[in-house]
């Protein structure tokens, strides 16, 4: 069984840098051959896939938010993490990190989610 839990602030000032951490137990996924994504989900809005770590310290984008979104990963603690710059009021959402043996190709295209945490943007 594979669990995936968020951790981070829930309130972040515009302009600054949001970062959430996602910490796996169970399988190692994170070095076995799995991509690892964050997702998130404003209010009233669809999931939006933000960008993935694959098995072989690849990253992938959104092109939409590659400007200002870097993933990493820690295998050594069964962790990876988002950071987005620059935020503003729109990346308010609920962040989501994700697991599955592809890269996805929509949104909801993971094998594994964390519970999501809230995080909103506001001075």
């Known amino acids: 069984q594979v669990q995936l839990q968020e951790s981070g602030p829930d309130l972040v000032k515009p302009s600054q840098t949001l970062s959430l951490t996602c910490t796996v137990s169970?399988?190692?996924?994170?070095?076995?051959?799995?991509?690892l994504s964050w997702i998130r989900q404003p209010p009233g809005k669809g999931l939006e896939w933000m960008g993935a770590?694959?098995?072989?310290?690849?990253?992938y984008y959104n092109p939409s938010l590659k400007s200002r979104t870097s993933i990493s990963r820690d295998t050594s603690k069964k962790q990876f993490s988002l950071r987005l710059s620059s935020v503003t009021p729109e990346d308010t959402a609920v962040y989501y990190c994700a697991a599955g043996d592809r890269l996805p190709v929509t949104a909801d295209d993971y094998d594994y989610r964390g519970q999501g945490t809230q995080v909103t943007v506001s001075s």
């Open positions: 770590t694959a098995y072989d310290g690849s990253t």
């Open positions: 169970g399988d190692s996924i994170t070095t076995q051959y799995y991509y």
